[in-house]
Nanobody
Framework: QVQLVESGGGLVQVGGSLRLSCVVSGGTFSLYGGAWYRQAPGEQRELVAEISSILNTNYADSVKGRFTISRDNRKNTLYLQMNSLKPEDTAIYYC?????WGQGTQVTVSS
């Protein structure tokens, strides 16, 4: 069955960087787009960034210029490079592929 496993979250200071990874197994990763979402406490889950099978990308306005989504089809992995992190980026980050979800990874930005 399909599984998505995220890693790379953690605690970072304002202005710092993190790179999230999401390994997809059990499906043909390269055929479909993928996305990163996040959910802060008391908030709805929101789209952060998405990438298509042909590498078209789309970002939430709040992360444009700071975050970069990418993929490595040889490794069945989706990435989210996060730079210039702000306290408002604190959330649980989830990767999504087709209609499957990872378990989430916590990102905390301290000021």
């Amino acid at each position: 069955q399909v599984q998505l496993v995220e890693s790379g979250g953690g605690l970072v200071q304002v202005g710092g960087s993190l790179r999230l990874s999401c390994v997809v197994s059990g499906g043909t990763f390269s055929l479909y787009g993928g996305a990163w979402y996040r959910q802060a406490p008391g908030e709805q889950r929101e789209l952060v960034a998405e990438i298509s099978s042909i590498l078209n990308t789309n970002y939430a306005d709040s992360v444009k210029g700071r975050f970069t989504i990418s993929r490595d089809n040889r490794k069945n992995t989706l990435y989210l490079q996060m730079n210039s992190l702000k306290p408002e980026d604190t959330a649980i980050y989830y990767c999504s592929w087709r209609n499957f979800w990872g378990q989430g990874t916590q990102v905390t930005v301290s000021s």
